[in-house]
């Protein structure tokens, strides 16, 4: 039913945190290597597990897993730091040596600021979205926790108009400029953008066509992310969820979201059901792996206090289990 997943150059792969996403993605990945596609596995999820389930280290830099396919894994501080290191770069080409110490100060406070993380990671994820259909045949995204992978496919639009108010604020500097010049009222001096101190120290002409250039250049990138996001023969949305109560409401959620944002999603994977047949051999299978981890959580963390939690016969949704289950967890009150 879903076989046609493979067939779009750009797959996301989301849902609810543990629901199986980063196992999802990888199962689909080596598939489509298997069927000889170049097929590129990226985890936006700042919890990484791709390292853990090959087996191996991936990490911010790509990494061949097997033929035809290969990893990465965005580190998000490690991107926040590289983008803001590109624009000090750039800001520090349009502007006179003594600005660059407040440049400096501006932008390291700007790593700390709500969204920065969220916009280094977007331009990311849009150059490797670039990738699809040229150097890889597919590119499979694990993506973070549904909350924050529905901001950053929301973020393309939202940054293309924040970069329109930016060109059209200084397209309407220039004729103020312009029209003050021809009111003899000299030259300009510098404005908020370029963070200049005075406009004669470089020629504005040329200062002036490069941050537009820049400007256009980084507008060009969010439009074509959400053209290809919103392109259903090209781009495909597929939501992980486990057969609970929680799990179906956050896919609820997500699905009208995404539908929102005119996102195309082209299917659901219910994961962790138990087959028909599971009877008293498959559930003592289950129960030696379960001991195995037991086991092995008791010898790793055998300074810690630990309590086990039964599995439920229901969905926790009501007062009275959550309550039972607190008590569970903290044990009978002394007296």
Same mark, same amino acid.
């Given at each position: 039913?879903?076989?046609?997943?493979?067939?779009?150059?750009?797959?996301?792969?989301?849902?609810?945190?543990?629901?199986?996403?980063?196992?999802?993605?990888?199962?689909?990945?080596?598939?489509?290597?298997?069927?000889?596609?170049?097929?590129?596995?990226?985890?936006?999820?700042?919890?990484?597990?791709?390292?853990?389930?090959?087996?191996?280290?991936?990490?911010?830099?790509?990494?061949?897993?097997?033929?035809?396919?290969?990893?990465?894994?965005?580190?998000?501080?490690?991107?926040?730091?590289?983008?803001?290191?590109?624009?000090?770069?750039?800001?520090?080409?349009?502007?006179?040596?003594?600005?660059?110490a407040?440049?400096d100060?501006?932008?390291?406070?700007?790593?700390?600021?709500?969204?920065?993380?969220?916009?280094?990671?977007?331009?990311?994820?849009?150059?490797?979205?670039?990738?699809?259909?040229?150097?890889?045949?597919?590119?499979?995204?694990?993506?973070?926790?549904?909350?924050?992978?529905?901001?950053?496919?929301?973020?393309?639009?939202?940054?293309?108009?924040?970069?329109?108010?930016?060109?059209?604020?200084?397209?309407?500097?220039?004729?103020?400029?312009?029209?003050?010049?021809?009111?003899?009222g000299?030259?300009?001096?510098? @404005?908020? &953008? %370029?963070? =200049?101190?005075?406009?004669?120290? /470089? +020629?504005?002409?040329? #200062?002036?066509?490069?941050?537009?250039?820049?400007?256009?250049?980084?507008?060009?990138?969010?439009?074509?992310?959400?053209?290809q996001?919103?392109?259903?023969?090209?781009?495909?949305?597929?939501?992980?969820?486990?057969? @609970?109560? &929680? %799990?179906? =409401?956050?896919?609820?959620?997500? /699905? +009208?979201?995404?539908? #929102?944002?005119?996102?195309?999603?082209?299917?659901?994977?219910?994961?962790?059901?138990?087959?028909?047949?599971?009877?008293?051999q498959?559930?003592?299978?289950r129960?030696?792996?379960?001991a195995?981890?037991?086991?092995?959580?008791?010898?790793?963390?055998?300074?810690?206090?630990?309590?086990?939690?039964?599995?439920?016969?229901?969905d926790?949704?009501?007062?009275?289990?959550?309550?039972?289950?607190?008590?569970?967890?903290?044990?009978?009150?002394?007296?």
């Amino acid at each position: 039913m879903l076989d046609q997943l493979l067939t779009h150059a750009l797959l996301f792969v989301g849902g609810k945190g543990g629901v199986g996403k980063t196992t999802t993605a990888a199962s689909l990945a080596l598939v489509a290597a298997a069927r000889g596609k170049r097929c590129l596995l990226v985890s936006t999820d700042p919890a990484h597990s791709l390292a853990d389930l090959f087996g191996r280290p991936i990490g911010n830099r790509t990494t061949e897993l097997c033929p035809s396919l290969w990893a990465l894994e965005i580190d998000p501080d490690r991107q926040a730091d590289e983008h803001l290191a590109t624009v000090k770069a750039r800001m520090k080409g349009l502007v006179h040596p003594r600005s660059f110490a407040e440049i400096d100060r501006q932008l390291d406070l700007a790593r700390l600021a709500p969204g920065t993380m969220e916009a280094a990671m977007l331009e990311r994820v849009a150059e490797i979205m670039a990738l699809a259909g040229t150097e890889y045949d597919q590119v499979i995204f694990d993506t973070a926790p549904t909350g924050h992978t529905v901001r950053l496919l929301s973020l393309p639009e939202v940054m293309a108009a924040w970069t329109d108010g930016l060109l059209g604020h200084r397209q309407r500097s220039a004729q103020l400029g312009s029209a003050l010049r021809h009111l003899g009222g000299g030259r300009v001096k510098g @404005d908020d &953008l %370029s963070m =200049l101190d005075s406009a004669e120290d /470089h +020629d504005a002409g040329g #200062r002036d066509a490069q941050l537009n250039e820049l400007l256009q250049a980084r507008r060009r990138t969010f439009v074509r992310a959400r053209e290809q996001l919103l392109d259903p023969s090209h781009a495909a949305f597929l939501l992980v969820l486990n057969p @609970d109560r &929680l %799990s179906v =409401l956050e896919t609820l959620k997500a /699905h +009208d979201t995404l539908t #929102r944002f005119s996102v195309p999603v082209s299917g659901l994977i219910v994961n962790r059901v138990l087959p028909d047949n599971a009877d008293g051999q498959f559930l003592e299978a289950r129960r030696r792996q379960e001991a195995r981890h037991l086991g092995e959580i008791d010898r790793v963390f055998a300074t810690l206090p630990r309590v086990r939690v039964p599995l439920l016969p229901d969905d926790v949704h009501d007062m009275d289990t959550l309550r039972n289950l607190g008590r569970t967890i903290l044990g009978p009150v002394s007296s």
